[in-house]
């Protein structure tokens, strides 16, 4: 890979992002970037980008804080830096790796050093080192919520705390936070969504002209880095002075009271949580009138304020897509607008419009301008082969389903019928997976993690990253006349030394099995089961968990979603099911078996939850009730945890689930059950249900 950056200005399209990153660029205050988008769009090479454009920073010579000698942190770690002389050195990107633990964000003590020698020995982690510069997370909704929180905390607060075994360090912590991520992978809680100042939707053109110029840059660069940036090396200086010229004009823009009064109105209006997006709005619009040179906030900044700021806070359900209503946001800015124009010194040339962030001018006709071919923006997608079926054709009249399944020689035609709306969704009860795990942080299965409380101590594992303090001086105690201990400080080997092992929760897999046949298709009975399905991948949401969902019907089961941790896809899946046919029972349960062994291993960790969604019927063939119970007891044998959701119904009942559930060592829940309230012995009962299993 070639250490030259890709310039900055040669990246075709994408205005809103060129826009998000520069305005953080500019106030780094406005508090960072979220760029949401499909896989190769070049989101993280517009961030790698922009680190070249940053200016440059003095710091003093030998701090590993990068403490600007100006103003020295007076907490610095590495001391006083009064009077001492600075360097100056370019602007740091640092990228944070998916699999980072909260040490190396923070940085760690030499606890050894610490007990044994009695210093106070503090190694830097990424939060120092991305002092003064840009922190760049890729996949950022794939870390692990308390990694998340940290970084979103320090970047709030400019400082990052490391409090541990009574030793306290606190440091400077200022960057540029950008993250990155892509929402078929998961989404982010919309707690740590409102911690991001600006957020922006991206999606590669569709232009066959724009994508040939993306691939003809692309290759150009491969073939000859050096010779490619230089050909935008006069662009890039530009827009780096431009930066640096807006940074200086910040100070002296001025929020009028009207613009003050249409951004709060906005806010209001959206019915947005807390004032932490008023105060990125107002931030926002000042940068923005930086950026176009001007000195007086106008009603276009905050349009385009709201337009960055306020889409990902607008959630109010997990499964929510993030969107503005436009023509809403209008009519609020009309209605608190004043009929005053401003000042002719105060308007802005027409190239200097915040419309048009890159150096080359603005392309009304191009797809980064927020048109219907918007790069940088929410428009929606075409359907593609991978989109949820039926989602953008219309629904077939619905056919009456047969109740029962008429037994024939040879495979009928399957009778589907029009997929229904899923019924409201409601908090269901809690189902855990018995033991302790070593998967993931999450919330559902008790677990061995980072976070949670010390059960008990053992030998490093490693690195000593958590001392237990009192299992070490207990091992240690007893070898202190042999090892002619005289003065007052211990005597410490590698061997004494403990750590803490920690209980939390983790996550799970939790993988549905959702019966689609003719049996389910009474409209009245499949919204209730997809609402209740529904409800449990929301709980699976709420939880951190990955998801997968198998259904059957007719010949055979089919994998409606690998496992993934986008439980939104697992949403959409399930509201295009469609209904009919036979009920291939033992089909659905074997390919359960085949997708949790390759999911094992995959990730050995990670414990599964297989949710069977029924009413216990089977047909097909011959024999397909007894398959149905040695395909259950396979997984049963396995000792797979597993829940029974008994969707049967009517005044005659036959009780197949039950079946099904004590052949897979599970407990059988009913739609009504299956709600948290006034159901507490499900849970003891269905862990008292895999004890049993289990001893026998």
């Not at 276009?300 to 023509?327: I, M, S, T, Y």
């Not at 946001?329 to 200097?352: F, G, I, S």
């Not at 070898?479 to 007052?488: D, N």
């Not at 259950?632 to 099904?660: I, K, M, W």
Request: aromatic share 2%; with cysteine; charged share 25%.
């Amino acid at each position: 890979m070639s250490d030259v950056r890709y310039p900055f200005t040669a990246i075709v399209g994408m205005a809103d992002l060129r826009l998000g990153l520069l305005l953080n660029a500019v106030s780094p205050a406005v508090g960072g970037v979220l760029v949401r988008g499909e896989k190769g769009t070049a989101k993280s090479t517009m961030v790698r980008a922009l680190a070249g454009l940053l200016p440059s920073i003095d710091t003093v010579e030998g701090c590993r804080f990068a403490c600007d000698p100006a103003a020295p942190d007076p907490h610095c770690p590495d001391g006083a830096h009064a009077g001492l002389p600075g360097a100056e050195r370019p602007a740091r990107l640092v990228e944070l790796p998916v699999g980072v633990s909260e040490d190396r964000i923070v940085g760690s003590l030499d606890l050894e050093r610490a007990l044994a020698e009695g210093v106070k020995a503090y190694e830097p982690g990424l939060l120092a080192r991305a002092h003064r510069g840009v922190l760049y997370i890729d996949e950022v909704n794939l870390l692990q919520d308390h990694v998340v929180d940290l970084l979103l905390d320090a970047a709030a607060m400019g400082r990052s705390y490391v409090e541990r075994e009574g030793v306290s360090v606190r440091h400077a912590a200022r960057f540029l936070l950008v993250g990155t991520m892509n929402p078929e992978e998961g989404e982010l809680r919309p707690q740590l969504l409102d911690r991001f100042g600006l957020t922006v939707e991206i999606a590669a053109t569709r232009e066959p002209a724009e994508r040939a110029e993306v691939v003809r840059r692309r290759l150009a660069y491969d073939a000859d880095p050096a010779g490619f940036a230089a050909r935008f090396a006069e662009e890039e200086r530009e827009l780096a002075g431009r930066i640096t010229a807006a940074r200086e004009l910040l100070p002296k823009v001025e929020l009028t009271d009207t613009a003050l009064r249409q951004l709060t109105a906005v806010c209001a209006a959206f019915e947005v949580d807390g004032l932490r997006a008023d105060i990125v709005m107002a931030r926002t619009a000042v940068a923005l009138a930086a950026w176009a040179g001007r000195t007086r906030v106008l009603e276009e900044d905050v349009r385009k304020a709201a337009q960055l700021a306020l889409p990902h806070r607008r959630r109010r359900n997990p499964f929510d897509a993030p969107g503005l209503d436009e023509e809403q946001l209008d009519r609020t800015l009309e209605e608190h607008a004043q009929p005053e124009e401003p000042a002719a010194e105060d308007l802005a040339p027409e190239d200097d419009a915040p419309e048009d962030p890159s150096p080359e001018g603005p392309d009304d006709d191009g797809p980064g301008d927020g048109g219907p071919d918007d790069g940088g923006g929410g428009a929606p997608e075409p359907a593609g082969p991978d989109a949820p079926a039926g989602a953008d054709t219309p629904a077939p009249a619905p056919e009456e389903a047969p109740q029962e399944p008429v037994p024939a020689q040879h495979p009928a035609p399957v009778r589907e019928t029009a997929p229904v709306a899923a019924g409201e969704p409601y908090r269901t009860r809690l189902f855990k997976v018995d033991g302790t795990g070593k998967g993931a942080q999450g919330r559902r299965s008790p677990a061995e993690t980072d976070g949670g409380h010390t059960i008990r101590a053992r030998r490093p594992q490693g690195r000593l990253a958590r001392l237990h303090l009192s299992a070490t001086l207990q091992a240690a105690a007893p070898h202190q006349v042999a090892r002619g201990r005289s003065a007052r400080a211990l005597v410490l080997h590698k061997d004494d030394f403990r750590e803490q092992v920690r209980q939390g929760r983790e996550s799970n897999l939790v993988l549905f099995v959702v019966d689609a046949s003719g049996s389910m298709a009474a409209r009245q009975r499949m919204t209730a089961v997809k609402g209740a399905v529904l409800s449990l991948l929301m709980d699976a949401y709420q939880r951190r968990d990955k998801i997968g969902m198998i259904t059957f019907r007719g010949a055979a089961a089919e994998l409606a979603l690998p496992p993934t941790s986008s439980v939104e896809v697992g949403a959409a899946r399930l509201e295009s099911l469609p209904t009919g046919g036979r009920t291939p029972l033992a089909a659905g349960l074997l390919r359960a078996h085949e997708v949790l062994r390759v999911e094992r291993m995959r990730d050995p960790h990670r414990r599964p939850l297989l949710v069977v969604v029924t009413d216990g019927r089977a047909t097909g063939g011959r024999d397909a009730v007894a398959q149905s119970h040695r395909a259950a007891g396979l997984l049963g044998a396995q000792g797979v945890a597993s829940v029974v959701l008994d969707c049967e119904s009517g005044p005659v009942r036959l009780g197949l689930a039950r079946t099904l559930a004590a052949r897979l060592g599970a407990a059988a829940v009913t739609l009504d059950e299956l709600r948290a309230e006034g159901v507490a012995s499900l849970v003891r009962e269905n862990r008292s249900t895999t004890t049993m299993r289990k001893a026998a």
